[in-house]
């Protein structure tokens, strides 16, 4: 299926993204979008996100092949239901949603009998909003599709293409399992980022401009990370619940194994543990994730 028209609900860092990359790499794809906010609808306009700012959700999808919902999770099943009775028989309906079992069976139930094929692209950063999009964020960065079963395979096709038009990369996962992994690599490294962050806020005998001032020992990268937007990371807790309760437990075995090498004196389980993780490094290097440079290619 050829995709001619694109709707976009949620206008911020993902949609103004996406819609900003078909833009740019599939200018024959026409965009239209809506944003519950007025504020971010007026933005999205002002900076061209997409070729046309809709009042309402129901106009924005008219004629849509594609309605790709960019809304925070726990908003998932009401932008869903506020479509549910304009959506073109024939549109596939995705999402961008960082976590897929809720937001899968989310979707289903407001919209029965509709092409559902959830997707979440693993690119993005601590900024949200209509002003934080930008046209590359999907340029070699993973796109994972979470089909249903027994979901339309030239509807899964069109949509990995549609994805690797922005410069995406594909794999096909199972829901579930998105969400175990997407725990351990996204979600409890950002409520470590969030303790840490707090936990420094919060002491009494170290004073706030000690932190601000001797961030660049290590603290200052955990910031960026806990400057993400609170409703999002909220709504990923909530919704990716048993995954991020069952890999915290992991961690919390290994910090409490890490606790005891360090009060019996363990120098040889701390140097291990430590060699081990510098080769996590170099794989995200090789495979082009990250930047090489030391310190992650700051200007001194
Ligand atoms: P964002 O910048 O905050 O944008 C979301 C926009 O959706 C906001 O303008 C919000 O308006 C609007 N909205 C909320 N409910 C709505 C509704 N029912 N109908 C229409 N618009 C609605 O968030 P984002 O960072 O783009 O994240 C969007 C989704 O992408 C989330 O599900 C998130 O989990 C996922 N994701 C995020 C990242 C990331 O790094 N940020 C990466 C991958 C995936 P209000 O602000 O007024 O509520």
């Not at 995709?3 to 239209?32: D, F």
């Not at 959506?87 to 596939?92: C, E, S, Y």
């Not at 048993?242 to 890490?258: N, P």
Request: hydrophobic fraction near 45%; charge should be negative.
């Amino acid at each position: 299926m050829n995709i001619e028209k694109v709707a976009i609900i949620g206008l911020g860092l993902l949609g103004g993204s996406i819609g900003l990359a078909v833009q740019a790499r599939a200018p024959h794809i026409a965009t239209s979008g809506y944003d519950s906010s007025p504020a971010a609808r007026a933005k999205a306009a002002e900076r061209g996100l997409v070729g046309r700012v809709y009042d309402s959700a129901e106009e924005a999808v008219r004629g849509a092949d594609l309605v790709i919902l960019c809304v925070p999770v726990g908003a998932m099943r009401e932008a869903a239901m506020a479509i549910a009775d304009v959506l073109p028989p024939h549109a596939i309906v995705s999402d961008v949603g960082s976590s897929k079992q809720s937001v899968a069976e989310d979707l289903a139930a407001a919209l029965p009998g509709a092409t559902v094929i959830p997707a979440h692209p693993v690119a993005g950063t601590e900024q949200s909003g209509p002003e934080a999009g930008f046209a590359t964020l999907f340029e070699n960065r993973w796109c994972i599709l979470t089909p249903p079963a027994g979901a339309e395979q030239a509807a899964v096709d069109t949509l990995a293409e549609f994805w690797r038009t922005l410069g995406a990369r594909i794999e096909i996962m199972d829901p579930q399992h998105h969400d175990l992994v997407l725990a351990v690599t996204s979600h409890i490294p950002h409520l470590i980022a969030y303790t840490i962050v707090g936990t420094a806020s919060d002491l009494e005998d170290v004073t706030r401009s000690e932190v601000i001032k001797y961030s660049a020992g290590g603290f200052r990268d955990f910031t960026r990370i806990a400057a993400s937007d609170p409703v999002m990371w909220r709504d990923v807790f909530l919704h990716n619940k048993s995954a991020v309760l069952e890999m915290l437990g992991r961690f919390t075995e290994d910090l409490t194994a890490l606790q005891r090498a360090i009060r019996s004196g363990d120098g040889e389980t701390l140097h291990e543990l430590f060699s081990r993780t510098r080769a996590i490094r170099r794989g995200i290097i090789e495979e082009g994730q990250d930047d090489e440079r030391p310190d992650f290619g700051r200007e001194h």
